[in-house]
């Protein structure tokens, strides 16, 4: 059993069908499991108790761009090979895991994960807030509050061992992410507000506060051995206008890997300058706009990796 923890790898693997998504921190159970793991979680520190984070975590299952349906997770839940499939909020995080026997259904269900964080329909649709969260409703006269989250809480507050645990947690944790309710006060739920709401997913669903597990049978050696040759093909580019006498300043997709520690930290020169490039993401371009306004396809189906360069004269 190896243990692959790269501590900064910028790769737009593909899990599913998810190459936009530039990760940041993953790290590697490799291991002769054919149970595959894929779990994705966000740093969420609450601060206050809205249970803004508990409410993002149902809304973001409720459709996304590239699966527009009402409730893909409950689709999943009926139509998967899933041997586990949920999402939960902590008091400090917030994390979405699902695990398959069938490579097919494993990756499928990662992407329907990844779309469904960095892209879902809440963004553009406020009625999935007032489904999850918060909404009121007249009924029989009388104005009452309603939502998915509120009623969960309003359920979890029936329980005086709740309540013990919340009081002792905002007494022993004043002005701390832990002193709040992570899940939301039902008290509190109905002071949020959709440009709260969508301002915190913003804020905190980014692939840079992102921590990615995988786990399993998964042969991610063979994926992330494509880099060679795609830095092949950027230093041919590259010489090939250097013939024309230009002289090209070049971006790759990852950052240098040759050393495993870099001159630059001992205030040394490069050791190999000629083949060491920045990576694209520590000049903070975004690549993916680009390609769709230009019309480049970078998206070639299931478990296929995509690398991009960018060469400025």
Request: glycine fraction near 6%.
């Amino acid at each position: 059993m190896n243990m692959l923890i790269p501590e900064f790898i910028n790769k737009s693997i593909e899990i599913g069908k998810s190459c936009d998504i530039i990760l940041k921190r993953l790290a590697f159970l490799d291991r002769e499991d054919r149970n595959m793991t894929f779990s994705i979680a966000f740093r969420t520190p609450p601060e206050d108790d809205t249970g803004v984070f508990h409410i993002i975590e149902h809304s973001v299952l409720c459709g996304s761009d590239k699966y527009p349906v009402k409730e893909p997770f409950v689709e999943l839940l009926k139509g998967s090979l899933s041997t586990f499939l949920n999402a939960m909020t902590y008091e400090d995080r917030t994390v979405y895991p699902v695990s398959s026997r069938c490579e097919a259904d494993f990756y499928n269900l990662a992407s329907v994960y990844l779309d469904a964080v960095f892209h879902p329909a809440m963004l553009k649709d406020e009625r999935i807030f007032m489904q999850e969260g918060h909404r009121y409703e007249i009924k029989d006269g009388a104005l009452n509050i309603n939502g998915v989250v509120y009623n969960e809480m309003k359920g979890a507050y029936a329980s005086a061992d709740r309540q013990v645990r919340g009081n002792l947690n905002r007494l022993m944790f004043p002005d701390s992410p832990y002193g709040y309710e992570s899940g939301g006060d039902p008290a509190s739920i109905p002071d949020l507000t959709y440009e709260a709401f969508i301002d915190s997913h913003r804020r905190f669903y980014a692939p840079s506060n992102a921590y990615v597990f995988l786990d399993g049978d998964l042969d991610i050696e063979q994926t992330l051995a494509t880099r060679p040759d795609h830095e092949a093909v950027t230093n041919q580019v590259r010489d090939l206008m250097r013939q024309q006498g230009i002289e090209p300043y070049v971006l790759s997709t990852e950052a240098c890997a040759e050393c495993e520690r870099c001159a630059y930290l001992d205030g040394q020169a490069c050791r190999f300058p000629e083949r060491m490039h920045p990576c694209v993401e520590s000049h903070g371009i975004n690549v993916i706009p680009i390609l769709d306004e230009q019309g480049i396809t970078f998206q070639y189906g299931e478990n296929i990796v995509t690398w991009i360069s960018l060469l400025f004269y």
